[in-house]
């Protein structure tokens, strides 16, 4: 193939067969399950956040200004983080492997994070702040943006070197990568559906009555019930999945490939990526367009999509005076929680049926660029909602909730997101891996690069998307519409440009023919 005869040339190695070792067989699925698990234990983490951390801000006195620098963490974190852990666990030689060091230390810091988070009240109150006084208590403060970037540092560590194991123990076998980044998104999906059930009950604290403390009330002592209960879940995942899976011992041929580039050596990792970018062929550099455009499409609907409900669909105004449009805001925020949920359900199902689906449609590129109309099309109908909630709302006084239509149309759409989803939390990264497999390139960096396509866009979004929105009144439609076009030529560069990845490797040495059902 054109692709596998440029990846050789850029590697400085012939097709003569008497080059190329043999493939790699790849571990039994329940060990890729086992260690695709993880990921219900850090989504776990992400729901709590997505769901309580905003109220919980809001009770420590953050100001507004320290609430955009906290949650610029993730992005700046994504940037370098993952960068700087994925080369280095390509090259780890600690007896234990190369990514377990790395996953292990990376749950121990989330948990260490999620419990500086938790405690953030009372740590505050221990080291001198008035729990009664009205505002900003500063020390509660310190240790809650502390542990927030720690939490989003051990993210990224964790999180890089799951998905370049689950592609180590795949070994050469395609459609293991493809499955096992499915089993990880569904087990983000069940991460999602665990954290949003019990960061809507409200009595958990009950079950730990002492998370309740003079400086923790009812709802901050939730926050921290819900964080022992998120500690104790990727903790017991990731002990059974580092006990039950070796890593296998990697070629010393492989190590030194991974070394050709000695100029380099000064700044290892930023001039390695330096040469991984210098070194790049089409299938990669497409790949990552596709990805950058897809997330610019995500993120406006991922940052605002409760806030949409709550001022679009419901009509309310967070900072009203009156009592009648803040209740519908916040009626309208729950609204969307309950479609974050119909949205997790969904995206659990599906990212077990990415690998049918894709067979029936002909091939993951295909699947990629169809879902990616789907999601212009659920973006798009977002103003087609709105503009029916306005309608419902014109030409009387009284603050109402939007007719069942309007809103089952709403709940619908977050529903069907689900789908193009999954594909996104599996496809792009399943593909990194195949590519950078064939191209000889370490998974760590691989998808550290891949990373660069996802967190660029969410810092772009993050800062350009309230001064645009303000533009059009301060409506949300405006990004969600950028959205809907972004998305609409990632589908399209998705289906013309992406090169189609190259053929499955037989299961067995005695297999006669390749299967190319994804070719």
């Not at 949300?476 to 499955?504: C, E, K, R, Y």
Request: net charge positive.
């Amino acid at each position: 193939m054109e692709v596998e005869s440029g990846i050789a040339k850029m590697n400085g190695k012939s097709n003569n067969s008497s080059e190329v070792p043999p493939p790699l067989e790849a571990e039994p699925l329940r060990k890729l399950i086992a260690v695709a698990s993880i990921a219900a234990g850090v989504q776990f983490g992400w729901a709590l956040q997505l769901s309580l951390l905003t109220p919980y801000v809001q009770l420590l006195g953050i100001p507004h200004t320290w609430a955009a620098f906290i949650w610029l963490c993730g992005p700046v974190s994504g940037l370098l983080v993952q960068p700087i852990v994925g080369y280095h666990s390509d090259r780890c030689t600690s007896r234990f492997g190369r990514r377990r060091p790395f996953i292990a230390a990376g749950a121990a810091l989330v948990a260490a994070a999620v419990f500086l988070i938790g405690f953030a009240a009372d740590l505050g109150h221990l080291f001198g702040d008035d729990p009664g006084r009205l505002g900003a208590k500063p020390r509660s403060i310190a240790v809650f943006v502390v542990g927030f970037w720690i939490l989003d540092v051990a993210n990224n560590m964790l999180q890089g070197p799951c998905r370049a194991l689950l592609a180590d123990l795949s070994g050469d076998d395609r459609r293991k990568m493809r499955i096992a980044n499915g089993f990880y998104s569904f087990f983000m999906a069940v991460g999602n559906v665990l954290g949003f059930s019990a960061g809507s009950y409200t009595h958990l604290h009950s079950f730990l009555p002492f998370t309740k403390t003079k400086a923790c009330d009812v709802y901050c002592a939730n926050l921290k019930t819900c964080f022992f209960i998120s500690i104790f879940l990727l903790l017991s995942l990731t002990t059974i999945a580092l006990t039950s899976v070796r890593e296998r011992q990697q070629n010393p041929q492989n190590d030194n490939d991974n070394e050709r580039s000695q100029p380099s050596a000064a700044v290892p990792v930023f001039g390695e990526m330096a040469g991984a970018f210098r070194e790049l062929k089409k299938p990669m550099w497409v790949l990552l367009l596709v990805t950058c455009l897809n997330w610019v499409a995500w993120f406006p609907f991922l940052l605002f999509d409760t806030d949409w409900m709550g001022k679009e669909v419901y009509g309310g105004k967070v900072t009203a005076a009156e009592e009648g449009p803040r209740r519908m805001y916040d009626r309208g925020v729950h609204a969307g929680a309950l479609g974050l949920m119909l949205n997790s359900v969904v995206l659990g199902f599906m990212s077990l049926g990415v690998e049918p689906v894709a067979r029936l449609l002909g091939g993951v590129k295909r699947l990629w660029g169809v879902v990616n109309f789907i999601l212009a099309v659920c973006l798009a109908l977002t103003v087609l909602i709105t503009k029916m909630a306005e309608a419902s709302r014109s030409g009387t006084a009284a603050v109402a909730a939007p007719p069942v239509g309007v809103r089952a149309g709403a709940l619908a759409l977050f529903a069907a997101l689900g789908v193009p989803l999954a594909v996104t939390y599996s496809v792009p990264f399943a593909l990194a891996s195949i590519f950078s497999s064939t191209s000889g390139a370490g998974q760590g960096l691989s998808l550290g690069v891949l990373n660069l396509a996802i967190v660029i866009p969410q810092m772009v979004v993050s800062v350009a998307s309230g001064p645009w929105d303000a533009l059009f009144g301060g409506s949300n439609l405006p990004a969600f519409v950028v959205g809907a076009i972004s998305a609409a030529v990632s589908g399209l560069l998705a289906l013309t440009m992406l090169p189609s990845p190259p053929p499955d490797i037989p299961a067995t040495k005695n297999a006669g023919t390749t299967t190319a059902a994804f070719h």
